[in-house]
C-alpha cells in the first residue's frame, strides 16, 4: 500500500465528517451557462480543461495533512463554490470584505462579497480557524502593519493613506513568510516539492528593500499534489517543472482559471494552476505564472509552510 492510498483511509477516518469540496457544484450547468464568456485560441467546447482543473480539487483535498489543513481548504473552497454558484461576487481590492471571515468589523458591512487581495484572503482564512497561529504572525511582524480599513483609507485618501489611528491592521505577504520561518511552533516549512499537499501556503518575496506598504510579495493556497511536467534548462542550470492547482485572490487570470467566468473584471478569488520549480534535488525555489516560465531571480524567496496543530 503506498503513501497516499495511506492518507487517503487516514483522510476517511478523520474528516469524514467534515464538508466535502465543491459538493453542491455542478460543473456541466456551470460550463454551459458560462463558457462562452471565453473567446480565442484557447475555446474549448467541453470545458475539458476546467473540467480537469476543479476534478484535481475534489479528489486530492483529501490529502490535507491535519484537521486545520483540511478546514483552511473547505472554507476558501466554500467560498469558491458560493463565487462559482453566483451566490457572491469576488473582486480584487486591498480590504478584505469576505462574507463570514472577518478582519476588520467595520468591513462587515456588505453582504455575499469575497472583496480582498492575495494577503487578505489568506490571512482571513487563518484567523477564521486558528487564532493561535493568526497571532504567531502577527507577533512576527517587524514593519509597518497593512491599514484593512475602509473608513482610514476614505477619510486619508492622501495624506495619511493607512490612518495610524485605526486598529484594524494585519500582516501583508512578507510578515507571512518571516512569520512561517520563525514560529517552529505553529508552522512547518515543506521543502521538497513531492511532500506538498492541499492546505500548504506557498508564500514568495523579495529581498529587495521593500516601501512601507508597498507590494511585498503574493501568497496563494495549494489545492492539489504537484504534478511533474517536464525537465527544463536555464543559464546551464538544471530544473524540473510541476504544475500544482491553487487558490488565491489576484487579478492573473490565465486559462484555466475561474476567475474568467466568475467576475466582472477578472480579478478576485479563484481557482488557477500556477507552475513550481524546482532544482534537482527537489527543492522548490521558485513559482510563477504557467504561462510564463523564469529562472529563479536572485531576489526572489520562497517558503512553503504548513500550519501545525497545538
Known sequence: MNFRNIFFILGIIFFGNLYCVLENFNFKNWWNTNKNYIVGDDFDEDGVKY???????????????????????DGACGLLEKILNGMYETKYVNETIIEGFSLCEENDKKDNYVYCNCSG???ALIKKYSQVHYKSIMES??????????????LYPKKNKYGKWDSCKRPQVIDMYNAFKKQKEYWELIKNINNILPGDIISKTTTKKIEPLGNTGHVVIALSVPKFVKDWEKNGQKYKIYELVIIDSSTVNDEPCSRVLTSPNFSGVGVRYISLLANENGETINFFRKADPSAPAKTTVLNISRPIEV
Request: hydrophobic residues 40%.
Open 121 to 123: 484572503f489568506v490571512c
Open 51 to 73: 473540467s480537469k482543473m476543479f476534478n484535481k480539487i475534489k479528489n486530492s483535498t483529501k490529502f490535507a495533512p491535519n484537521k486545520l489543513s483540511k478546514q483552511i481548504v
Open 141 to 154: 511582524i517587524e514593519g509597518t502593519l497593512w491599514e484593512d480599513s475602509i473608513k482610514a483609507r476614505d
